[in-house]
């Protein structure tokens, strides 16, 4: 499909042996779960994400072993006929970004964490010079990156993460999209100054009105400042399953159906390769979409938006296409209840499924909250127990909980900080080791796994009793 006649238009970012944005398609991506010195692992889910059509595969690279490995990793898969580039996830250690980026065709690094600490969510306070001073020593640490960049032709994803922004960003702007700008803003002059254009954006949160203001506001900053980097668009820590597809239409959606995007990953709690089909959807669905949303948005009345079809769908297809036609309208708070019609010959899904869908999108777009909530990462080689087993399990025990949020989550690099929009959170703290929050509050640490689902809900029942 020819987005161009709405889409922004981007300037384009060249990795490996494609090119993101401008006018070519709207590419799709997904990221592996293998330890990443797990070659062998690497290479066969790489392989399965590419054949299900995937352009891009991303791997964490927490060490300077994992970043070795990458080479290897490129070697094999692009032996075996698989020429599609890696992208080496970097945090807490910049170092490791530099030796990334001599052996994959973008490194992804976090503007939270680069050069700063993990966040502590105590509120510091810095004086203008203070903030100077810090800004001064990233600016200096990340020209010796963007230097070694240059030479080996390696783009460069600025991903900030909602969960993850630093205590100096919190300091000045506290936990709001204005900070969640700037902490890109913040590396962006620098790239630009330093002329280097092979560039992609990513603002990624859990929370969809977030993402969605937050990017918003980022493209507004970035035509202020005269910057138009191609933007990766994903609502992170997702889910599985419906909830996780509809939370990633309503968030995905609302931009692409503003012309937003030129890449997209659909972060679920599943099997990597399940996320290409599902993104590789919601590209082609934008056409239809756009159109759906704004015929709903002018007959909104009484705070309805309706969506209406007449042909036969796919369930999956139904459940996507609803959720991006509606995401912005509920988002923007223009409409707070949602009514799918059909035609006579759309007769595959009752009433009461209709309804569930509905209420499913009106959660996801943080309007009513009808069941719990899971903020579930959709895992990498950071994470350091089953997933999936784990996710089960929490939800066997606590789907009842109508409007509680629970967050579950691999590893402390957007755990803690994703804490912050659940009620209570299960957070990978090391091999076998899992710690408990309450908000933003660890409760308890290095809980052995096999115990850690149990005092979990030990932990919530007595409060809740």
């Known amino acids: 499909m020819n987005t161009s006649s709405f889409r922004r238009q981007s300037s384009v970012c060249h990795i490996g042996n494609i090119a993101i944005g401008g006018s070519n398609p709207i590419r799709v991506q997904s990221m592996a779960t293998v330890d990443t010195n797990d070659v062998e692992g690497c290479v066969s889910q790489a392989k399965r994400i590419i054949d299900a059509g995937g352009e891009l595969v991303r791997f964490t690279t927490q060490g300077t072993r994992e970043a070795l490995a990458m080479e290897r990793i490129s070697q ?18 910049a170092n490791v970004a530099d030796v990334a980026a001599r052996f994959c065709e973008k490194v992804r690094i976090n503007p939270g964490n680069y050069i700063d600490p993990a966040r502590t969510f105590k509120h510091l306070e810095y004086t203008d010079e203070e903030y100077a001073a810090e800004l001064k020593r990233l600016d200096d640490r990340l020209v010796t990156f963007i230097n070694i960049c240059k030479e080996h032709h390696t783009a460069v994803r600025i991903g900030v993460n909602h969960g993850s922004l630093s205590d100096r960003i919190m300091s000045r702007y506290g936990d709001t999209p204005a900070g969640i700008v700037e902490s890109c ?4 002059r620098i790239f630009k100054r330093e002329a280097f254009a092979d560039v992609v954006i990513s603002i990624k949160a859990s929370n969809t009105v977030v993402m969605v203001q937050s990017v918003r506001l980022l493209v507004q900053q970035m035509d202020r400042e005269d910057m138009h980097y191609p933007l990766h668009l994903g609502v992170t820590e997702a889910g599985e399953g419906e909830d996780g597809r509809v939370k990633s239409a309503v968030g995905i959606g609302a931009l692409l159906t503003e012309g937003i995007g030129d890449t997209i990953r659909v972060s679920l709690s599943e099997e990597p390769e399940a996320e290409i089909p599902v993104a590789r959807k919601m590209v082609s669905f934008i056409e239809e979409c756009t159109r759906m949303r704004r015929e709903a948005e002018a007959a909104i ?24 036609a509606a995401g912005a309208a509920l988002i923007d708070k223009k409409a707070d209840k949602l009514c799918i019609n059909y035609g006579e010959t759309f007769s595959f899904l009752p ?55 629970i967050g579950i989550m691999g590893c402390i690099v957007n755990g803690p900080g994703e804490m912050a929009d659940a009620d209570y959170g299960y957070v990978g703290a090391g091999r076998g080791k899992i710690s408990l929050y309450r908000g933003k509050e660890c409760i308890e640490k290095n809980i052995p796994e096999e115990e850690a689902v149990e005092r979990l809900l030990q932990l919530i029942n007595s409060e809740r009793s």
């Open 76 to 93: 094999r898969l692009k032996a075996d006929g698989y020429p599609q580039p890696l992208v080496a996830d970097v945090h807490f250690n």
């Open 185 to 188: 803003m913040e590396f962006l």
């Open 301 to 324: 009345h009484d705070g309805w938006i309706s969506l209406n079809f007449k042909d036969h769908e796919d369930h999956e297809d139904l459940v996507l296409k609803c959720a991006m």
């Open 351 to 405: 009433q009461e499924r209709l309804r569930e869908i509905e209420d499913t999108i009106l959660q996801a777009a943080r309007v009513k909250f009808t069941k719990t909530e899971y903020i579930s990462c959709p895992g990498c080689g950071r994470t350091l127990y089953n997933l999936q087993d784990t996710i089960a399990r929490i939800k066997a025990a606590t789907s009842h909980l109508v409007g509680l949020k």
